[in-house]
């Protein structure tokens, strides 16, 4: 390997989202600029391995280490990454890709390999919820219990995640929360309390639409008790980044929030679900992350939101495809398994 040449090390979730990881891998053989890197490909092979493989790569003095995977292997990777002088890279292959969202990553993976190759980077902000760190947002109330019943699916997908909100959210009911920040206390009967370091979920679901990676700031998004026939409202200002046009929505900015609530229950950070206690302290940490983002008009150009917009029309009618055809399968073994028994 040539001294001069920076190392790459691509980390590679095999189980995160639906995308083809054998299709990634050979364009990074083909795309990889080789007169500027060298690279190697780390499979994680258990829950939190990405985490000991970026630390072990960081510490090899690697100049970027990529995470193909979602939200939840960037968060992994991203831990380890944090106040080194490592980059993280992103090929998005998830779920909900929020970070790579905001950051203006395509999610065609060609397009994400030639900002890798560009190598030009920014440091981020990144917070921390109970000393766990987070790259999106983090939370408690109904997101946070919907990512439980996520996790506990089984499945992952866009169309798992709406299933699990539409299921549970016939039946659960608000909490009160006293919110506590450097500029005072308040004190709010809530459907879920968000609190962002970028201005989405995943999908393009902006729960702080306003947010920035880079102003020192947590945004913070109280939805406040509402019908179920606002829920079309709701939605439909979720995902066009007008939520400050429901009164339901409350907002403000701060650096540090306590959160008090009347028992312990789930949290969650990326999307990620966790048990918490009945106080939960979260902070934003100031320029900790180098990323690696786009920086020419091309790129740009090409992550733009209607491009966004059309790609991930076509990924979900694929997925949702893929979901049916798995529906049919899964029920004609089951009548051949009746009709076997039969005989």
């Known amino acids: 390997m040539g001294e001069d040449k920076k190392k790459v090390v691509f980390i590679v ?28 490909v780390w499979y994680t092979k258990y829950a939190g391995h990405a985490t000991e493989l970026a630390a072990q790569a960081a510490s090899d003095n690697t100049h970027i280490v990529v995470a193909i995977g979602g939200d939840g292997t960037i968060n992994e990777i991203g831990r380890s990454l944090v106040h080194t002088d490592t980059a993280m890279g992103i090929i998005p292959c998830g779920s909900g890709n929020g970070l790579a969202r905001h950051l203006q990553i395509p999610l065609d993976p060609k397009r994400a390999l030639r900002i890798i190759n560009a190598g030009f980077k920014e440091t981020i902000d990144y ?4 000393g766990l ?40 009911q608000p909490e009160t929360y006293e919110l506590e920040t450097e500029d005072g206390i308040y004190k709010y009967k809530a459907f879920l309390v968000a609190c962002a370091n970028a201005s989405q979920y995943g999908n ?10 880079t102003d020192g700031m947590l945004d913070i998004t109280v939805l406040e008790p509402f019908t179920m026939i606002e829920v079309p409202a709701l939605a439909y200002q979720l995902f066009n980044k007008r939520l400050d046009q429901n009164s339901h929505f409350k907002t403000f900015r701060c650096k540090k929030l306590t959160i008090k609530r009347e028992k312990p229950g789930v949290m969650h950070y990326d999307g ?32 733009n939101p209607v491009f966004q917009l059309a790609q991930d029309y076509i990924r979900d009618i694929k997925e949702m495809n893929e979901t049916i055809a798995d529906n049919i399968h899964e029920r004609n073994q089951k009548i051949i398994q009746k009709i076997t028994k039969r005989l």
């Open 127 to 130: 917070g921390r919820i109970n």
């Open 272 to 303: 990620d679900p966790v048990e918490g206690g009945k106080d939960i302290e979260v902070e934003i940490i100031h320029k900790g992350l180098n990323v690696i983002i786009p920086i020419d008009r091309e790129v740009r150009d090409a992550a």
């Open 204 to 213: 393009n679901a902006y729960i702080a639409p306003a947010a920035t990676l």
């Open 13 to 40: 979730n095999p189980i995160s989202g639906t995308h083809n990881k054998d299709y990634i891998l050979s364009l990074i053989e083909k795309m990889m600029d080789k007169d500027k890197y060298v690279w190697e």
């Open 133 to 172: 760190c987070f790259f999106c947002t983090c939370g408690v109330g109904f997101d946070a219990f919907v990512s439980l019943k996520f996790a506990e699916a089984g499945k992952r997908g866009v169309l798992t995640y709406l299933e699990k909100t539409l299921q549970e959210g016939l039946t659960y």
